[in-house]
């Protein structure tokens, strides 16, 4: 019986055809494990992006909801309890409260003014604009910027033709001693034609700008005068100067005459300043306030601080 011929070329082809299959299969695996791995990183990653998402859309409900206590608890802390925006109502961004001047956390003084202190707050740039509104004290809306940043916050009261502020001289008597004891009356009128800005600066306070604080016709419970007389004190400074504030104190018309000087800088708060009676008419009927002001010097008191 006759073999068949031997052909190599057809074993080499089937050969080459069976490693074909092999190889195919082969790649098949490679490429579904690579699909596999893609496609599990690609569900992680979107776990991720979800989560994030949600952490992100949370943050910024909870800013765009925050409660108006936020801002009112951040103030109080800043006055050392001096400063109280109570009943707080609304949002961080548009809310109300009563202004209290209070003694601090361990005084039971207060005093509030009337009616509700109302404000709104905007971004600005990479800024805040806060805008107060008060019926009683406050001419028209004047705007306070706050303005973040590296290691420093910045304060800034806008500039303002005519006053900004007016306020019952007797609201200072929240503060406690030695305001409750002279019951003062009168009212006290804020201006700052250029503006007035003050940054912290990693511990240090740095001011630039111009602002008054007039006290007119003021009186006070312990002496029989109707009046004591007006003055204005003013706050100045300019970065350029080492960071030093001036302070400057003078009596525009009154039976007490008030004058001082002083610095507000890196080594704290150093004024020096007296009171005495305008004429020795007017002596008599000041004697005890004199007593209360500062420390008596003969005819004067002394004032010291810092």
Do not use: K
């Given at each position: 019986?006759?073999?068949p011929?031997?052909r190599?070329s057809?074993?080499?082809?089937?050969?080459?055809?069976?490693g074909?299959?092999a190889?195919?299969?082969?790649?098949?695996?490679?490429?579904?494990?690579?699909?596999?791995?893609r496609?599990?990183?690609?569900?992680?990653a979107?776990?991720r992006?979800?989560?994030?998402?949600?952490l992100?859309?949370?943050?910024?409900?909870?800013?765009?909801?925050?409660p108006?206590?936020?801002?009112?608890?951040?103030?109080?802390?800043?006055?050392?309890?001096h400063?109280?925006?109570?009943?707080?109502?609304?949002?961080?961004?548009?809310?109300?409260?009563?202004?209290v001047?209070?003694?601090?956390?361990?005084?039971?003084?207060?005093r509030?003014?009337p009616g509700?202190?109302?404000?709104?707050?905007?971004?600005a740039?990479?800024?805040?604009?806060?805008?107060?509104?008060?019926?009683?004290?406050?001419?028209g809306?004047?705007?306070?910027?706050?303005r973040?940043?590296?290691?420093?916050?910045?304060?800034?009261?806008q500039?303002r033709?005519?006053?900004i502020?007016?306020?019952?001289?007797?609201?200072?008597?929240?503060?406690?001693?030695?305001?409750?004891?002279?019951?003062?009356?009168?009212s006290?009128?804020?201006?700052?034609?250029?503006g007035l800005?003050?940054?912290?600066?990693?511990?240090?306070w740095l001011?630039?700008?111009?602002?008054?604080?007039?006290?007119?016709?003021?009186?006070?419970?312990?002496?029989?005068l109707?009046?004591?007389?007006?003055y204005?004190?003013?706050v100045?400074g300019?970065?350029a100067?080492?960071?030093?504030?001036?302070?400057?104190?003078?009596?525009?018309?009154?039976?007490?005459?008030?004058?001082?000087?002083?610095?507000?800088g890196?080594?704290?708060?150093?004024?020096?300043?007296?009171?005495?009676?305008?004429?020795?008419?007017?002596r008599?009927?000041?004697?005890?306030?004199l007593?209360?002001i500062?420390?008596?010097?003969?005819?004067?008191?002394?004032?010291?601080?810092?």
């Amino acid at each position: 019986m006759a073999l068949p011929a031997f052909r190599p070329s057809i074993w080499r082809a089937s050969r080459l055809r069976g490693g074909g299959a092999a190889t195919t299969r082969a790649t098949e695996f490679g490429l579904s494990t690579y699909e596999g791995l893609r496609w599990r990183r690609e569900r992680s990653a979107g776990r991720r992006w979800a989560i994030a998402g949600a952490l992100v859309g949370a943050l910024l409900g909870t800013v765009a909801f925050a409660p108006a206590a936020w801002l009112a608890g951040w103030m109080e802390r800043a006055s050392g309890g001096h400063l109280v925006l109570a009943d707080a109502q609304g949002s961080l961004w548009n809310g109300s409260a009563v202004a209290v001047l209070a003694g601090g956390s361990d005084s039971r003084e207060a005093r509030s003014l009337p009616g509700r202190l109302q404000w709104t707050l905007r971004p600005a740039g990479l800024a805040l604009a806060l805008r107060l509104e008060h019926a009683c004290c406050l001419n028209g809306r004047p705007v306070i910027t706050v303005r973040p940043g590296w290691g420093r916050i910045t304060t800034t009261l806008q500039a303002r033709q005519g006053w900004i502020g007016q306020w019952p001289a007797e609201w200072l008597s929240g503060l406690g001693t030695p305001w409750n004891t002279l019951q003062l009356g009168g009212s006290l009128r804020l201006s700052s034609p250029s503006g007035l800005s003050v940054q912290w600066v990693q511990g240090r306070w740095l001011v630039e700008g111009r602002a008054a604080l007039e006290l007119i016709d003021v009186a006070s419970s312990i002496t029989t005068l109707e009046t004591l007389g007006s003055y204005r004190f003013e706050v100045s400074g300019d970065p350029a100067s080492a960071g030093t504030t001036r302070l400057d104190l003078g009596t525009t018309e009154g039976a007490l005459q008030l004058t001082g000087q002083g610095t507000l800088g890196a080594g704290g708060l150093d004024f020096r300043g007296e009171a005495r009676a305008a004429t020795e008419a007017d002596r008599p009927a000041l004697d005890n306030l004199l007593n209360i002001i500062g420390r008596r010097d003969g005819a004067r008191s002394v004032i010291s601080i810092g």
